[in-house]
C-alpha cells in the first residue's frame, strides 16, 4: 500500500516534444506529491510538487496533473530541451508520516536534439 | 551553503570489510535520511532520524547500523560489507518546519558510489 508506481522506465523526445510521465499510489493517506529531477552523478533535486486539493499546477514548462479519484497523476514537460535529459522520480507523502517520502523507480528522459 | 555533503564520493571495499559513510548538512535541519539507489528501484529508505540522538529503520535496514549524535552529521555503517550493498548511497535532510506545514522538502548530498567485491 506504500508503493508508488511510475511508467514509464525510460523514455526519448525530440527537442520541442512534450513527454510525460505517469505515477500511481494506493495509499489515500497520501497528501503531499513532490517530483524530484536527477542529473547524472547528482543527487534528487525537488522540481515541482502538488497537493490532491487542487487538479494542475504549473512552474515554468513543468506542469503537473492530478485525478485524485483515479488515483494518478503525471509530469508534463513543455517545449522539451536537451537540458531537460535526467531520471525523474515521482513520490509521495503522507501527513501522518512526514518524516517519510516514498520514491517511485523513476524514468530515464533522453531529449534529443 | 554547501547544503549536504557526502564523504566520500567513491569506495571499493572487499567483502567483510566495514566502513562508515558521513553525511553533514549546514541547514540546521531536524531529518535526516539514508538512501540507496539501485538501477530500476529508485530510491529506497534505509534508516532515517528525526532529530539528534534518534534514528528509526527505513524499507531496507539489513546490514546497516546508524548514529546521530550531532545534529549536523548522519553516519551510515556497514560492519560487514556484501556485494548486495553495492549501490549508490545518498542522504538527504529536510526542515521540521516545512514538515508541519505539509511538505518534506529533501535537499540531498550528491551521493557515494560504493562497489563491494
Redesign the interface.
Known amino acids: 500500500q506504500q508503493q508508488v508506481k ?1 511508467s514509464p ?1 525510460s523514455l526519448i523526445v525530440q527537442k520541442g516534444g512534450i513527454p510525460i510521465i505517469n505515477c500511481a499510489y494506493e495509499n489515500t493517506a497520501f ?2 506529491f ?1 517530483w524530484y529531477q536527477q542529473f547524472p ?6 522540481l515541482i ?1 502538488i ?1 490532491p486539493d487542487v487538479s494542475e499546477k504549473k512552474e515554468g514548462r513543468f506542469t503537473i496533473s492530478f485525478n485524485k479519484s483515479a488515483k494518478q497523476f503525471s509530469l508534463h514537460i513543455m517545449d522539451s530541451q536537451p537540458g531537460d535529459s535526467a531520471t525523474y ?1 515521482c513520490a509521495a ?1 503522507a ?1 501522518t508520516s ?4 516514498i ?4 524514468t530515464s528522459l533522453s531529449v534529443i536534439p | 551553503n554547501a547544503g549536504v555533503t557526502q564523504t566520500p564520493k567513491f569506495r571499493v571495499l572487499k567483502t567483510g570489510q566495514s566502513m562508515t559513510l558521513l553525511c553533514a548538512q549546514d541547514m540546521n535541519h531536524e531529518y535526516m535520511y539514508w538512501y540507496r539507489q539501485d538501477p530500476g528501484m529508485g530510491l529506497r529508505l534505509i534508516h532515517y532520524s528525526v532529530g539528534e540522538g534518534t534514528t528509526a529503520k527505513g524499507e531496507v535496514p539489513d546490514g546497516y547500523n546508524v548514529s546521530r549524535l550531532k545534529k549536523q552529521n548522519f553516519l551510515l555503517g556497514l560492519e560487514s560489507a556484501a556485494p548486495s550493498q553495492t549501490s549508490v548511497y545518498f542522504c538527504a535532510s529536510s526542515s521540521m518546519k516545512e514538515g508541519e506545514r505539509g511538505k518534506n522538502i529533501q535537499y540531498f548530498g550528491a551521493g557515494t558510489r560504493l562497489s563491494v567485491l
Open positions: 511510475q522506465q497528501d503531499y513532490p552523478g547528482k543527487g534528487p533535486a525537488l510538487a497537493r522520480f507523502r501527513t512526514y518524516d517519510k517520502v520514491f517511485g523507480p523513476g
